[in-house]
């Protein structure tokens, strides 16, 4: 970690940020929850969960990833067969092993058949715990997948109501939308400060700064990233000759931390990613006038990013997000990072990579699970690429 000049600013931020990472009991969460009667926390498994809707509740939205490589998984590979990713099974353990004993709700996104099956053993394991399957819409005509969805969001927002006592109106809903419109903003600076200048704000910091917002309040991380941001650029770092790529594939299991300090280590900097993509699921400012559950569905589905686990209507749009973030962030190849066994970024990968092969973009591609222990190859792969994007690109 690089001295800051103003005294360690951005040292003591990320050093916070990457406490919250390593507590897998969730410290923070407990003792926000334990401040004041009736607080309520609702977890949630990665990727998208329209957490405006617990916020309006007043209850904290806590980002559930698995234990990562932190944790050693023993009860739950009693509940899952070895041949699928790791995260289902490190998330049971999180739950036996009482680290989540304290979650009122679980939220179970819609990703895979896995998470789905997930949600089912989460009910029967903890029947006393508010648990949801959260649908989306497959159809993204607005008078169909838009009135589908609107109605799911409607039916989560009367548990929640349930869950605290009383509805949940449409002016809290607003102001949750007001909050979260705010924080998205606020990733989308750090992500463009973090392609414009990559030495000045690591791949490593850029990730735990949004890993904090999966256990902090959203008005508090959003501080969080206002800090960093004026932080890193009172900063002088060392500038690297590392190459510029997006990784993409990682929505949903998350890599070792290890694994993502070690691309940059071989001389990859990281320009764009799907990491904890629910950080910036929508793309742009949900409208506060209006209906707010029907303004979160049209966000939804037209205003929200690509990814394996969501469905594309238009087959010529398949992949053109990948090439517009390697021309957006100004990336020279782009690595693919897949969890093992997972179906949708595996079934993804080849149509991605016809794409860029269209367009002239050089990639590479490798497998990891969360709790991967062994970076050499995977650094010396990265290495390889960078190298050879340097050597042949003609830059």
């Known amino acids: 970690m690089a001295t800051s000049l103003n005294g360690s600013k951005t040292t003591d931020i990320v050093g916070r940020a990457q406490a919250l990472f390593d507590d897998l009991s969730f410290e923070a969460a407990r003792q926000w929850k334990a401040a004041q009667p009736g607080r309520k926390v609702v977890g949630y498994m990665p990727i998208y969960v329209p957490r405006e809707l617990i916020h309006a509740a007043g209850f904290l939205p806590l980002g559930v990833l698995g234990g990562g490589d932190q944790l050693e998984v023993i009860h739950g590979d009693a509940y899952y067969q070895s041949y699928i990713c790791r995260i289902p099974r490190s998330t049971i353990e999180l739950g036996v092993s009482g680290r989540l004993d304290f979650v009122d709700g ?4 819609s990703i895979c058949d896995v998470i789905r099956n997930l949600s089912g053993m989460w009910k029967m394991m903890f029947p006393n715990v508010y648990v949801r399957y959260f649908d ?6 607005d008078e169909i997948g ?20 009383k509805p949940v109106t449409d002016d809290d809903l607003r102001h949750s939308i007001a909050v979260y419109n705010e924080n998205r903003r606020l990733v989308r600076d750090l992500y463009t400060y973090r392609a414009q200048y990559p030495w000045q704000a690591p791949a490593p910091e850029v990730y735990l700064i949004l890993r904090a917002g999966l256990v902090l309040p959203v008005e508090e991380h959003s501080q969080m990233i206002r800090d960093y941001l004026a932080a890193a650029r009172d900063e002088e770092r ?11 594939g990682v929505f949903c299991e998350q890599p070792p931390l290890n694994l993502i300090k070690s691309l940059e280590l071989a001389g990859c900097y990281v320009v764009d990613d799907d990491l904890l993509l629910v950080t910036r699921w929508l ?19 037209h205003h929200s990013e690509s990814t394996a686990a969501k469905y594309e209507p238009d087959l010529k749009e398949k992949g ?23 179906d949708p970024a595996l079934l993804d990968r ?19 699970a969360e709790n991967s222990g062994q970076m050499q190859p995977i650094r010396e792969q990265a290495g390889t690429f960078a190298d050879s994007i340097k050597l042949w690109s003609g830059t």
Not at 106 to 109: A, C, R, S
Not at 147 to 156: I, Q
Not at 238 to 248: E, K, M
């Open 238 to 248: 060392a500038r690297r000759d590392n190459c510029r790529v997006v990784l993409t």
């Open 136 to 141: 989306v819409p497959q159809n993204y005509r």
């Open 320 to 342: 053109q997000h990948l090439v517009r973030a390697v021309r957006r962030s100004g990336a020279e190849g782009v690595i693919f990072a897949c969890p093992s066994f997972c």
């Open 146 to 165: 838009g009135n589908y969805y609107v109605n799911e969001l409607a039916e989560l927002l009367h548990d929640l109501g349930e869950l605290r006592g």
């Open 106 to 109: 679980m939220l179970f996104p």
């Open 283 to 301: 793309t742009g400012d949900v409208p506060i006038e209006g209906p707010p559950l029907q303004n979160l569905a049209h966000a939804f589905l």
């Open 350 to 368: 080849p149509m991605l990579q016809h794409v860029l092969k269209d367009a002239d973009i050089p990639f590479i591609a490798f497998k990891y």
